[in-house]
């Protein structure tokens, strides 16, 4: 089994490669292909991945190239986890909506439009070449913002599925709560990427025992420790919502408390510089426990799990992913891309049946699937226009001022990326 990651050179990489040695029972990787346009990070990624792999007597190879076309050729699977600018691009991101008072953060907003714009086309050029190298490879996109990407890459036609940590993120902390298995921890997860709420907590599958009124009796001030809300947010809701709720129900708090302090991708720049020069030291054979702080937790995980079950070779039969809503969500079209448990296999993935969203999420929902509409048309498409009214559609926005703002230092800030600018 051969499996590409394009972007190989992320400092995220060294976590994959991590679950990748530890669950090769569930993914028996014979050849692993790091790519990434980065020679410097790619060696030094690719040097520890293969001490990882010794380490654990995993008996597959690791190859890196800078060659997109030679790297997923021959894939049974490519795994995309791009960061379109780099740091430096989301530095911006997380600065600029600021000076019109709206949240500046990498995958929503104003921000999360701008690395939409950046992204959609060069993942799009990035399928096609292995749609022509092997049209059966499975595409797993981790690329954000996962939503709006894997709808580009599913209306295309391509064989793709969208992941995200934040489900399994939760089912892991709910399992260590309750005392049981994560794999006995069913999520009643609906919503979009980076917008989904946790409405049920089963036991044992989607038929199981819901547990989360006992999760928030005895563990709710824990659970609102984590996402930064306020304990009676979450009795009056009786839902766990994503931590990404707060840029929408606590916006002006965030937008002040950004502006106070450093950005996360300036934080995130000087822990990559760390794990880059710790990468680089030839007796590193795991994982740092630096990358914990990095971001991505259980990633490795969750692509392992997915990955197997697209190729046939086991994983999990049911899946939190990214996939077409084809009438999962009646309120929504068909093609909205939703992020839901599914039923999952070579196939691909098959949304299970949801019980009715109450308006109060489902208004969100609707609002936020209309700005993903939009954007995925400026993505496509180009031009001012398209760009403000994206904007002008995003709830955390909304007004045609900040919309006008917005769209100027968007445009400004990214025009080297933006080929219609």
Request: aromatic fraction near 6%; hydrophobic fraction near 45%; glycine fraction near 10%.
């Amino acid at each position: 089994m051969k499996l590409t990651v394009v972007g190989g050179g992320s400092t995220y990489t060294p976590e994959l490669i991590d679950g990748f040695a530890r669950l090769r029972d569930t993914l028996p990787i014979t050849e692993l292909v790091l790519v990434d346009p980065a020679a410097d990070r790619l060696d030094l990624v690719g040097g520890l991945a293969r001490r990882i792999f010794a380490k654990q007597d995993h008996e597959g190879k690791i190859t890196t190239t800078s060659d997109l076309d030679a790297g997923v050729d021959g894939a049974d699977a490519v795994l995309l986890q791009l960061r379109i600018g780099g740091q430096a691009a989301r530095e911006k991101d997380e600065t600029w909506p600021l000076e019109c008072g709206c949240v500046g953060q990498e995958t929503t907003g104003a921000g999360g439009l701008a690395k939409a714009l950046r992204t959609v086309p060069v993942v799009l050029d990035i399928a096609e070449r292995v749609r022509r190298a092997n049209p059966d490879a499975w595409i797993i996109d981790f690329t954000n913002p996962v939503g709006i990407v894997t709808r580009a890459l599913l209306q295309a036609g391509h064989k793709a599925v969208g992941l995200c940590n934040v489900a399994i993120g939760f089912q892991r902390k709910f399992a260590g709560l309750l005392g049981v298995a994560p794999s006995e921890v069913h999520l009643d997860h609906v919503g979009l990427n980076h917008l989904t709420w946790e409405r049920a907590v089963r036991i044992g599958g989607p038929e199981g025992e819901n547990v989360l009124p006992r999760l928030l009796a005895e563990h709710g001030d824990a659970i609102a420790d984590d996402l930064r809300l306020p304990r009676p947010v979450l009795d009056r809701l009786g839902v766990v919502p994503s931590y990404y709720l707060r840029y929408f129900y606590a916006h002006d708090e965030v937008v002040r408390e950004l502006g106070t302090k450093p950005s996360r991708a300036a934080e995130v720049a000087a822990m990559e510089k760390e794990l880059l020069e710790m990468y680089g030291d030839p007796a590193l054979d795991e994982k740092p426990a630096l990358l914990a702080k990095r971001g991505g937790a259980f990633y490795s995980e969750a692509a392992v799990d997915l990955a197997a079950a697209l190729l046939g070779g086991g994983g999990s039969p049911y899946q939190v992913v990214n996939t077409y809503n084809n009438g999962t969500l009646p309120f929504l079209p068909d093609d909205a891309v939703i992020e839901t448990q599914a039923a999952v296999g070579t196939h691909g993935a098959a949304p299970l049946p949801v019980a009715p969203v109450d308006p109060l999420y489902a208004g969100l929902v609707a609002n936020v699937t209309a700005y993903e509409d939009l954007a995925l048309e400026a993505a496509l498409r180009g031009g001012r226009d398209r760009v403000f009214k994206a904007l002008l559609a995003h709830p955390l926005v909304g007004q045609y001022a900040y919309a006008d703002g917005l769209t100027d230092r968007l445009i400004a800030h990214n025009r080297e990326h933006l080929a219609w600018a």
